[in-house]
């Protein structure tokens, strides 16, 4: 193949692609996020520096997902409120055991054997899980406004049922390295509890004419207000030889209001009052233009 050729990837016309492009961006940035706040938050509980990354995102079945997991491994489930389907965090029993033996004191030279967790082993790693869930949260922000609640453990990803086989679910690959040791995992989120929420207009705004929408973002744009004298006009000798009790001769009246500006612009002029402990400008007339 040429050095120059574009690489060829397979489609699958039985499961067409449903995340826009800019939609998937916006995954991708939030779990990139997580993975960091993660690897910190795993930094601190198991004492031994780690680093998540996040690799691919994409969305799949809940069997497309099962079947690319390995049959034996640590699922961890999570009821989603309002939505049948669990949210899974999937990584390997070993790598689990590994950051608990870390938590312990242990050294983790040892490579751990696959086998299911003991009451203290479990009630460390729901520790780390719940840094997970609140990273997840965090990171996701108004994407994933839906509380997560423990459900379960799983051992065997073919005997977990966290969703129905043809339920859609968004699906972050990871790498996990916890000192010497690395592992994937993956994070599985019911697309029902995404999908809704990506469009940041929403179905209804995105509908509006283009002049309402930029009207409606000028509207919250911050912007300068302020109270200013009448300018005079002085020739440039006075500004060189002005010295510490000069008098400059203002040419706005003691009666007249000050005028409210907006970037060099009088809109309206406002009479000097107090707000608490603060000058203010009341205003008392309206500039028409």
Same mark, same amino acid.
């Given at each position: 193949?040429?050095?120059?050729?574009?690489?060829?990837?397979?489609?699958?016309?039985?499961?067409?692609?449903?995340?826009?492009?800019?939609?998937?961006?916006?995954?991708?940035?939030?779990?990139?996020?997580?993975?960091? &706040?993660?690897?910190?938050?795993?930094?601190? =509980?198991?004492?031994?520096?780690?680093?998540?990354?996040?690799? %691919?995102? &994409?969305?799949?079945?809940?069997?497309?997902?099962?079947?690319?997991?390995?049959?034996?491994?640590?699922?961890?489930?999570?009821?989603?409120?309002?939505?049948?389907? =669990?949210?899974?965090?999937?990584?390997?029993?070993?790598?689990?055991?590994?950051?608990?033996?870390?938590?312990?004191? +242990?050294?983790?030279?040892?490579?751990?054997? %696959? /086998?299911?967790?003991?009451?203290?082993?479990?009630?460390?790693?729901?520790?780390?899980?719940?840094?997970?869930?609140?990273?997840?949260?965090?990171?996701?922000?108004?994407?994933?406004?839906?509380?997560?609640?423990?459900?379960?453990?799983?051992?065997?990803?073919?005997?977990?049922?966290?969703?129905?086989? /043809?339920?859609?679910?968004?699906?972050? +690959?990871?790498?996990?390295?916890?000192?010497?040791?690395?592992?994937? !995992?993956?994070? !599985?989120?019911?697309?029902?509890?995404?999908?809704? /929420?990506?469009?940041?207009?929403?179905? &209804?705004?995105?509908?509006?004419?283009?002049?309402?929408?930029?009207?409606?973002?000028?509207?919250?744009?911050?912007? =300068?207000?302020?109270? &200013?004298?009448?300018?005079?006009?002085?020739?440039?000798?006075?500004?060189?030889?002005?010295?510490?009790?000069?008098?400059?001769?203002? +040419?706005?009246?003691?009666? /007249?209001?000050?005028?409210?500006?907006?970037? +060099?612009?009088?809109?309206?002029?406002?009479?000097?009052?107090?707000?608490?402990?603060?000058?203010?400008?009341?205003?008392?007339?309206?500039?028409? =233009?």
């Amino acid at each position: 193949m040429p050095q120059d050729a574009k690489p060829v990837m397979a489609y699958d016309f039985s499961r067409p692609t449903t995340l826009a492009r800019e939609h998937t961006r916006v995954l991708e940035m939030a779990f990139e996020t997580f993975a960091r &706040q993660w690897g910190t938050q795993l930094t601190a =509980k198991v004492r031994v520096l780690s680093q998540v990354t996040r690799e %691919e995102v &994409q969305v799949l079945s809940y069997d497309e997902y099962a079947g690319s997991l390995p049959d034996s491994t640590c699922m961890v489930l999570f009821d989603v409120a309002g939505i049948s389907a =669990k949210a899974v965090i999937q990584f390997p029993i070993p790598a689990a055991l590994t950051w608990v033996g870390h938590m312990l004191g +242990g050294t983790g030279a040892q490579s751990a054997p %696959e /086998r299911k967790f003991t009451h203290i082993e479990q009630a460390l790693l729901d520790k780390i899980m719940d840094d997970a869930v609140e990273d997840l949260h965090y990171s996701l922000g108004h994407l994933m406004t839906a509380p997560l609640s423990p459900a379960s453990i799983q051992y065997n990803s073919q005997f977990a049922q966290a969703a129905a086989s /043809r339920d859609a679910m968004i699906v972050a +690959g990871l790498e996990m390295v916890v000192g010497d040791s690395a592992a994937p !995992a993956t994070i !599985a989120i019911p697309a029902a509890a995404i999908l809704p /929420r990506l469009d940041p207009l929403g179905a &209804q705004s995105s509908t509006a004419p283009a002049a309402e929408l930029v009207r409606m973002q000028l509207a919250q744009v911050p912007v =300068k207000v302020c109270l &200013q004298l009448e300018p005079i006009t002085v020739l440039p000798a006075m500004v060189l030889n002005l010295a510490v009790g000069d008098v400059l001769n203002l +040419g706005h009246p003691r009666h /007249r209001p000050l005028n409210v500006t907006v970037d +060099g612009q009088t809109l309206a002029q406002a009479a000097v009052g107090a707000s608490g402990s603060r000058l203010a400008g009341s205003i008392v007339h309206i500039e028409e =233009k």
